[in-house]
């Protein structure tokens, strides 16, 4: 059975809290398998005390891979919703610079055609 059919059915079947289980490794291998939409629900439901610089890097990640102007959007909602001191931190890691140039180049592609 694939690995991440069984991560699902812990987390789903098993109705952890995913506290209770490795969420950003969920969404690193939806990620890698091509399911960036699952990855992206992850990162939505996930508490927003529970996100971290790993959340945002994966979640625009999956949007990359996606190539969707909607979810960019909310993306850039939700960002810009965290404080400045946040964003500030979240600004030194090269990582997530890099994902967010991804995203951005996506989104004025698909707004330029």
């Given amino acids: 059975m694939n690995n991440s059919f069984v991560a699902e ?3 789903y079947k098993e109705n952890l809290s995913q506290r209770a289980i490795p969420v950003h490794t969920l969404m690193k291998g939806y990620i890698t398998h091509n399911r960036a939409k699952s990855a992206i629900e992850l990162a939505k ?8 610089i790993v959340t945002y890097l994966l979640w625009a990640n999956a949007i990359a891979q ?7 959007e909310e993306f ?3 960002f810009d919703s965290l404080s400045p001191t946040i964003r500030t931190y979240f600004s030194q ?3 997530l610079l890099n994902a ?3 995203v951005n180049i996506l989104f004025r592609l698909q707004n330029f055609s």
């Fill in 9 to 11: 059915e812990i987390l």
């Fill in 45 to 52: 439901n996930l508490d927003k005390t529970e996100r971290n």
């Fill in 66 to 72: 996606i190539g969707d102007t909607k979810l960019t």
């Fill in 76 to 78: 850039h909602i939700e």
């Fill in 93 to 95: 890691d090269q990582r």
């Fill in 100 to 102: 967010l140039i991804d």
